[in-house]
């Protein structure tokens, strides 16, 4: 999902079709049950209106983007939370069997470190021969050789700032 601000006019409905979108465009899934991804919606609208960028509704956001990139939504953990539990840890997005109704989102616990613990990463040195650095998206991990990371990456939106130097 895009963490640029949206149009005036776009409220819950409309915020939430965009995520629908943007979400099946990427091969993710929302949550099946409307009435909850609206609730989620309007708390991701909030929390853009509060602090200038769409973090997890679910999560304490300390109001510093930097120190909350990685609960930015799609947030950095999305993508292992599906993998293991069938959600995320809102259960924004899920996998295919609970988006069919074949199964129920299951509680996920909070993978977040607090800042404090987080481990330092230094970035990759680049291997020589590669013309170019490779930049890789924390919310999706898409990966691409450039001179800078995109502005905005293709698969989910995320801006540049959530992209790291991987090689």
Known sequence: MSSKLPEPSEGPVLFQARLKNEAEASGYHLNPDGSFVKMLAEGLLANRQRYGYPSCPC?????DKKADL???CP???RDADLSEFGSCYCALYVNSHIAKGEKKAQAVPERRHLPETRPETKPAEAPSGLAYPV???RACGYLCGRDEAPDECPICKADKERFERFM
């Open 70 to 72: 990685d609960i930015i």
């Open 135 to 137: 930049w890789r998206c």
């Open 59 to 63: 999560r304490l956001a300390k109001g």
């Open 75 to 77: 947030c950095d953990y």
